[in-house]
Each structure stands twice: as C-alpha cells, then as structure tokens.
C-alpha cells in the first residue's frame, strides 16, 4: 500500500493539533476576534496544510494564526518563534546567491527551504504586521521577500527590531549568518 510522503500520523496530527490550539488560546492579541473552532474547521477542510505547518513547527517556527483574508477566507499562519526558527538560520538568500559563492557555501537558501517547507518568505509589509503583534527578532533577523529591482542589483532585504524599532536593511543575497534566518506565512 502507497502512503503520502507528506502526511501525518494520527499521533503527529494530534499532537500538532494540540500544541497550535494551546499556542492560538496563549496568544489572542495576535488574532482578536477570532475563534479557535472556526480554525480549526478550516484545517479539517484542508488536512494537506497540517503537513507544511508541521515543517514550520519542526523547524522552530511555532505558527499561530496572525490574520484573516476576508476576500479570501483563508487565515494567516506565521512563524511567531521570538527570534528566528533555528533551524532555518545560516542561509543566504536563494539559489543564485548559493551558486555565486565560491568558497563556505551554506547548505541551502531561504528561498530554497521556504519552497521545500511550502511557505513564503515574508514581505516587508508582512513583517512590519508581525512586529505590531509582539517583539520579535531582537537578537537574530530574517531574510525577506526582496523585490525584483533589488535583487537584480545582487542584494537582498532582510529585517530585525532593535532599540524598540523595525528595521530593513539590506545584505548581498549571498551573505549568511549564525542569527539570519527567514519567517514564512503559509495561507489555510
């Protein structure tokens, strides 16, 4: 019998499940007026996205439900780990960045694992929403979504919060560091 490489056991789904809906009641001010059931509804409708949340969680991302699309009624799950997924760090920016280097390459990219994990890297707008939910980032940053403009020029954005302040810098796409990893949202 063929099973799906990208699903859960029953312990595992059961598991996530518990530990997404203790996380969602511990943190309601990053999602006022929503209910758990109604998530939790979306979820059963859509059991493949257990397997990307629980990349995310295995990753050190610990997701949470941080908005709500009206227009498309899908929530909004985000890596709120206070400072960026450990096991997402020490990454350049994507795949052109990774094959540039010459010597030291990281193992792969934000963009690379992003796909793999099946999320997105955040925008700057993204991000800065994040940041208005809680602090995050005050030791590490994270790559995010660059714009074609910048990139074509070699570099690639990425932001943190320091001194009660977000910011976005930017970096060549190919530099990595200890504390620079990538948040991903994932849309259920």
């Given at each position: 019998?063929?099973?799906?490489?990208?699903?859960?056991?029953?312990?595992?789904?059961?598991?996530l499940?518990?530990?997404?809906?203790?996380?969602?009641?511990?943190n309601?001010?990053?999602?006022?007026?929503?209910?758990?059931?109604?998530?939790?509804?979306?979820?059963?409708?859509?059991?493949?996205?257990?397997?990307?949340?629980?990349?995310m969680?295995?990753?050190?991302?610990?997701?949470?439900?941080?908005?709500?699309e009206?227009?498309?009624?899908?929530?909004?799950?985000?890596?709120c780990?206070?400072?960026?997924?450990?096991?997402?760090?020490?990454?350049?920016?994507?795949?052109?960045?990774?094959?540039?280097?010459?010597?030291?390459?990281?193992?792969?990219?934000?963009?690379?694992?992003?796909?793999?994990?099946?999320?997105?890297?955040?925008?700057?707008?993204?991000?800065?929403?994040?940041?208005?939910?809680?602090?995050?980032?005050?030791?590490?940053?994270?790559?995010?979504?660059?714009p074609?403009?910048?990139?074509?020029?070699?570099?690639?954005?990425?932001?943190?919060r320091?001194?009660?302040?977000?910011?976005?810098?930017?970096?060549?796409?190919?530099?990595?560091?200890?504390?620079?990893?990538?948040?991903?949202?994932?849309?259920?």
């Amino acid at each position: 019998m063929k099973t799906n490489a990208k699903q859960l056991t029953e312990e595992q789904r059961n598991g996530l499940l518990d530990t997404l809906k203790e996380r969602f009641e511990q943190n309601d001010q990053r999602h006022e007026k929503m209910a758990w059931d109604n998530v939790l509804l979306k979820l059963d409708e859509n059991p493949e996205k257990l397997w990307y949340l629980h990349q995310m969680e295995e990753t050190g991302g610990e997701p949470d439900v941080i908005g709500y699309e009206v227009e498309t009624g899908l929530f909004l799950f985000c890596d709120c780990a206070k400072e960026s997924p450990k096991g997402r760090r020490s990454v350049c920016y994507d795949q052109k960045a990774l094959e540039s280097r010459k010597h030291n390459k990281p193992k792969t990219s934000a963009v690379e694992m992003a796909a793999e994990l099946g999320i997105e890297l955040l925008n700057e707008e993204q991000y800065r929403l994040l940041q208005t939910l809680d602090e995050f980032d005050l030791k590490t940053s994270n790559w995010l979504e660059t714009p074609d403009e910048i990139r074509e020029h070699g570099g690639a954005i990425f932001g943190d919060r320091r001194y009660d302040q977000v910011f976005v810098y930017h970096n060549g796409a190919d530099s990595y560091y200890a504390a620079r990893g990538f948040r991903g949202i994932l849309k259920v």
